[in-house]
T-cell receptor, first 117, second 117 residues
Framework: AQSVTQPDIHITVSEGASLELRCNYS??????LFWYVQSPGQGLQLLLK??????LVQGIKGFEAEFKRSQSSFNLRKPSVHWSDAAEYFC???????????????FGTGTRLQVTL | NAGVMQNPRHLVRRRGQEARLRCSPM?????VYWYRQLPEEGLKFMVY????????ESGMPKERFSAEFPKEGPSILRIQQVVRGDSAAYFC???????????????FGPGTRLTVL
């Protein structure tokens, strides 16, 4: 069964500093990987996704992530954090049905980002 | 195009009562997913439905929980005889028909926060 590990429960960075959130996955085939952001009391918004091709993917709000098959990682990065980036971030992998269509998502436990001014 | 709608946003029930959570997918979407988020945890998949069919209910507790997505109307997640451990945020996501694509993005609703007294 697939799984996602986010080793950092809570991270604090200063505004303007760079950010890297770690994500490791366990999946037998080529994974479909995602990063979502959740603001307090809100639903999830998709930041970016990786299916295939270029291993460095760009997302919204200046975020990017790099897929590294050898390390089973899909870390999220941002060069300069803004105070509005404070939120909870979830990494996820999609399960594939027998038809080859992706279905349910398996999420990590999340990383809570705090931004200090 | 309105996003995924969930109601109620907040629901309070006493132990032993029934909880009904509704999810209206985005227009044109025929796939619905339900996820549960316990406090301080990530989202856990519960059930995946298409119109009038349950595709995958591997994450659904065997007792007291049921889900449906009728031909007309919203998807309903029903929890009978609620217990305190059912207190959580329940998120619905919808996606369009696959149309031959291997993956279609899941769009999340704002969630229903269930509190069991």
């Amino acid at each position: 069964a697939q799984s996602v590990t986010q080793p950092d429960i809570h991270i604090t960075v200063s505004e303007g500093a760079s950010l890297e959130l770690r994500c490791n996955y366990s999946y037998g085939a080529t994974p479909y990987l995602f990063w979502y952001v959740q603001s307090p009391g809100q639903g999830l918004q998709l930041l970016l996704k990786y299916f295939s091709g270029d291993t460095l993917v760009q997302g919204i709000k200046g975020f990017e992530a790099e897929f590294k098959r050898s390390q089973s990682s899909f870390n999220l990065r941002k060069p300069s954090v803004h105070w509005s980036d404070a939120a909870e971030y979830f990494c996820a992998v999609a399960n594939l049905l027998n038809t080859g269509t992706a279905s349910k998502l398996t999420f990590g436990t999340g990383t809570r980002l705090q931004v200090t001014l | 195009n309105a996003g995924v709608m969930q109601n109620p946003r907040h629901l309070v029930r006493r132990r032993g009562q029934e909880a009904r959570l509704r999810c209206s997918p985005m227009k044109g979407h025929s796939h619905v997913y339900w996820y549960r988020q316990l406090p301080e945890e990530g989202l856990k998949f519960m059930v995946y439905l298409q119109k009038e069919n349950i595709i995958d209910e591997s994450g659904m507790p065997k007792e007291r929980f049921s889900a449906e997505f009728p031909k007309e109307g919203p998807s309903i997640l029903r929890i009978q005889q609620v217990v305190r451990g059912d207190s959580a945020a329940y998120f619905c996501a919808s996606s369009p028909p696959s149309g031959g694509s291997s993956y279609n993005e899941q769009f999340f609703g704002p969630g229903t926060r269930l509190t069991v007294l």
